[in-house]
């Protein structure tokens, strides 16, 4: 494939070339031929031009991948984890004012006291900061897997950004499907300029 699209695209500059030296000598069907077949292969050179971009840019495209949907996730799973953060809180502020209401009818020691209330809360107690503690950690854990993808994101949006501003310039907005129109678009143009500036 490779051979034959040199000696196409060799066979493409000959023709044209020869075509120009010869024009007022050459017979006026050999010279339509000529030209036909010129701007044939000129037709072929563009599609194999253009899947050849189209792929490179497909390839990237799935190399780099779209973080927004693990983001998104990973946001979802922060926000599961506050909310059990939070809930556990609220338990724990729950248990406290009832010990706090024992203490504020003098009722600390005994049996029924706030001291007893309170011992007989330590199971719950610590499983409840066995929660938070977990659910911090994984927080934690998801934050920086969070920023991990944040800067691969903006390090894809860096590559992408000039195609970006031209699909903002262009259609007015910055979706995945107008950077793919863009480009397709700046596909063509190189292609309408590519094989006429090379004949």
Not at 5 to 24: C, D, H, P, Q
Not at 104 to 115: L, N, T
Not at 126 to 151: P, R
């Amino acid at each position: 494939v490779l051979a034959m699209g040199v000696v196409l695209e060799i066979a493409k500059l000959v023709t044209a070339s020869w075509v120009y030296k010869n024009w007022l000598r050459t017979n006026k069907i050999l010279t339509t031929y000529f030209i036909s077949s010129v701007v044939i292969l000129s037709l072929i050179t563009s599609m194999g031009v253009f899947g050849f971009l189209s792929k490179a840019h497909l390839e990237h495209s799935i190399l780099a991948g779209d973080n927004t949907l693990q983001i998104e996730r990973i946001d979802q799973q922060i926000s599961t984890e506050q909310r059990r953060v939070a809930d556990s809180d609220q338990v724990i502020g729950q248990l406290d004012e009832a010990v706090q209401i024992l203490m504020d009818f003098d009722r600390v020691r005994g049996p029924d006291g706030s001291i007893a209330l309170r011992s007989g809360q330590s199971e719950e107690r610590a499983a409840l900061n066995s929660i938070i503690s977990q659910s911090n950690t994984t927080i934690d854990n998801m934050l920086a897997e969070k920023l991990l993808l944040e800067t691969a994101q903006l390090k894809i949006e860096v590559e992408i950004g000039p195609i970006k501003y031209i699909a903002e310039m262009i259609y007015g907005e910055t979706g995945k499907e107008t950077i793919d129109k863009a480009v397709r678009l700046v596909i063509i143009l190189l292609i309408l300029v590519f094989d006429p500036l090379a004949i």
